[in-house]
Structure formats: structure tokens, C-alpha cells
């Protein structure tokens, strides 16, 4: 459950930035009796890092950029073997003090693991919650900072969740094979199982679930609406991919054919007609206000 984010090199040293378990872990490599020496830079959990050479010929000094879900970006100066010192930060836009971030798994519908982040206020049960998903391309969604989503959601006592499913890079690409052209139910049923794990937890009712995606993100809140709409209390699709068939005719839609298959081609659109928000709607079926 580990993948390689980047790397780079000091006068001395090599770095690594790497996601376990979409957690971010910055490595400092230094060369040491013909095998390498492995040191970890100290840093908080359950966020995103990124680490550069302050000059990559001159010494082994690196910034860390490193941000979470309520921490604002932060700037930090450290090297092999010495403390990492805070140099600057983004201002807080909201307060953060009473409020928590979880990571949690749910059980798709294969029974494979997949995990995702919670973050709201201590202790929260039943409250409105905002499910964020895209699965696709290998993107991975990292933690990140939100001064909109934490003042007009957060500190209003709404919960945000991002969910980690199939399609994404968050385990290199593996993660992301396995919801290529006739395995992308796989993304749907992660996505599916988070809410459902979201209703078993006491999280949140499937009446006060939001889903929210943009792009093949919209395209995934197509997908789990006209699959399970009694799943959800509000969907938001930002552009989204929803008719299927058509696709490939949309601006640099034929580019995408790798991640969906081609639907011209008969075989191809048979799975992906399974699944096509456009082709699915039904007409006995109450959907949620999207």
C-alpha cells in the first residue's frame, strides 16, 4: 500500500516523497558502506508532503511543503538527521480546535479494503456529510487544505469525506488497473460501500449524504445515483462524463478510450453500457435533488 510520489537529489543525499497508505512519508537516502542508509523527516500523520533540495549542489538542506485536512500549507527547513525547523505557513481560515481527522476502510462489494478520510467535528454522529470521490486516470486525492470547505462546511458542523476508491494512484498502478474499461464497477462499488459504511457507523444517514464529483468524478456521481439512489440525500456532478456512448466525440474524449474503452466497438460497449449514467436513468426510479 505504498507508492512513489517523486523524487529528487541533494548535493549528498536522495529524496523520496511517498504515499503508504495516502499518508505522505518524506525518505532521506544517504549513500553508506556500499548500500544506502534510510532516514524518515518527522512529520505530522494523516497528511501531504513534498519534499525539494534547497540547493541540490551546494548542501543537503530541503524544504518539506506539508499540508492536512486542518492544517493550512506549512513550509519546513530539515536535512538528514536534524529536526525539522517551521519557517512559514498560509494563514487558518477557520477554527480547527474541536475538530478531527479519521481514516477509515470500507469492505467493497469484492471484498477489497478501501479507505477513506472523515474529517468533521469531534465526535459527530448523524450529521450532514459532503462524500468526495474521482477514481480515474491514477489521480490520487491526498489530503489537502480547504479555507472554503472549512468555513462554509466544516465549522457549520457538516463532515467531509474523501474517499480513496479503485481508479485512483493512491497505490500506484495497481490501484488504478483495477478499475480500467470492464473493472470501472470496481470504482462505483468502493465509492457505494463508503456510503453504506458512512450509514453503519452512524456517521451519516444515506438521507444526509452528498456526493460530489467533477469530470470522471462526475461520471462516478452518475454511476452510484442511478445505481443506488436511495443511497443519497443530494448528488453534485461538476462537468461530468454521463452519456457514455458519446463520449469519445467530445472535445478530447477519444484521449480517454484507454481509461474507458471504446464504446463504437461492440464488445467494449457492452460493459460500458452497464454502467452509463445517461443510458441507466429510469423512469420508476426517485432520484435525489441533483
Known amino acids: 500500500r505504498t507508492a512513489l510520489q517523486n523524487w529528487s537529489a541533494t548535493r549528498n543525499a536522495i529524496l523520496l516523497d511517498v504515499l503508504d497508505n495516502v499518508q505522505s512519508r518524506v525518505w532521506i537516502l544517504t549513500p553508506a558502506d556500499n548500500s544506502w542508509r534510510r532516514q524518515e523527516v518527522a512529520l505530522p500523520s494523516l497528511g501531504a508532503a ?17 499540508q492536512d485536512f486542518l492544517t493550512p500549507p506549512t513550509l519546513f527547513l530539515g ?19 474541536r475538530m478531527t481527522v479519521q481514516q477509515l476502510e470500507a469492505k467493497s462489494r469484492d471484498g477489497t479494503s478501501v479507505p477513506y ?22 489521480n490520487a486525492l491526498e489530503p489537502f487544505y480547504s479555507g ?26 495497481p490501484w488504478h488497473q483495477a ?46 445515483l ?13 462537468v461530468p462524463l454521463l452519456d457514455m456512448k458519446r463520449y469519445n466525440k467530445l472535445l478530447a474524449g477519444a484521449s480517454w478510450m484507454a481509461e474507458y474503452g471504446d464504446p463504437d466497438v461492440a464488445e467494449q460497449w ?3 453500457a452497464k454502467y452509463s449514467p445517461y443510458q441507466n436513468v429510469r423512469k420508476d426510479a426517485r432520484y435525489p435533488p441533483t
Open 117 to 138: 478520510f472523515v474529517v468533521g467535528s469531534s465526535g459527530v454522529k448523524n450529521a450532514p456529510t459532503m462524500l468526495y470521490g474521482y477514481g480515474g486516470f491514477e
Open 50 to 66: 513534498s519534499a525539494r533540495p534547497v540547493d541540490r549542489y551546494e548542501s543537503d538542506q530541503v524544504f518539506i511543503t506539508y
Open 270 to 272: 457492452a460493459y460500458i
Open 179 to 224: 478499475a480500467l474499461k470492464e473493472k470501472r464497477q470496481n470504482a462505483f462499488d468502493d465509492f457505494i460501500a463508503i456510503a453504506e459504511d458512512l450509514a453503519r457507523r452512524g456517521i451519516a444517514q444515506p438521507r444526509q449524504i452528498g456526493i460530489r464529483g467533477g469530470s470522471n468524478g462526475g461520471l462516478l456521481v452518475g454511476a452510484a
Open 79 to 97: 536535512a538528514a538527521g536534524q529536526p525539522v525547523e517551521k519557517l512559514k505557513s498560509m494563514p487558518a481560515f477557520f477554527d480547527a480546535s
Open 148 to 173: 472554503a470547505l472549512g468555513r462554509a462546511w466544516l465549522a457549520r458542523g457538516g463532515v467531509l469525506v474523501v474517499a480513496n476508491i479503485r481508479g485512483g494512484g493512491e497505490f500506484g498502478p
Open 226 to 238: 442511478t445505481q443506488r439512489p436511495e443511497l443519497f440525500g443530494a448528488a453534485v456532478a461538476q
